[in-house]
Nanobody, 121 residues
């Protein structure tokens, strides 16, 4: 079982910045993927960014809307991921969820409780 604690959400004016954190515990987390999804009111949950484990280290990928404004990172121990968000827009308002994906014969996913990000116009 994996437990995740997210933090860093809040209210910010358009153009501002926030840094989200997700700290996970409960099992070895080095060789897992960790990242972020978001869900805006009335919309489906969508992919934001992910750090993916490979034998050569972690790689990162982003949805198109996040590529130029958001930066995802991972701590060396592998049990935390961070999302630096700059140039926030009103449409970035959503609940941001941390996700852990455990590779294996039967992949397992874990989700955090979410942290609210509100961007005022």
């Amino acid at each position: 079982q994996v437990q995740m604690v997210e933090s860093g959400g809040g209210v910010v004016q358009a153009g501002g910045s926030l840094r989200l954190s997700c700290v996970a515990s409960g099992r070895t987390l080095v060789n897992v993927d960790m990242g972020w999804y978001r869900q805006a009111p009335g919309k489906e949950r969508e992919f934001v960014a992910m750090t993916r484990w490979t034998w050569r280290g972690y790689t990162s990928d982003y949805d198109d809307f996040a590529k130029d404004r958001f930066t995802i990172s991972r701590d060396n121990a592998g049990n935390a991921t961070y999302l630096e968000m700059n140039g926030l827009k009103h449409e970035d308002t959503a609940i941001y969820y941390c996700k852990v994906h455990v590779h294996g014969p039967v992949p397992v996913e874990y989700w955090g409780q979410g942290t609210q990000v509100t961007v005022s116009a």
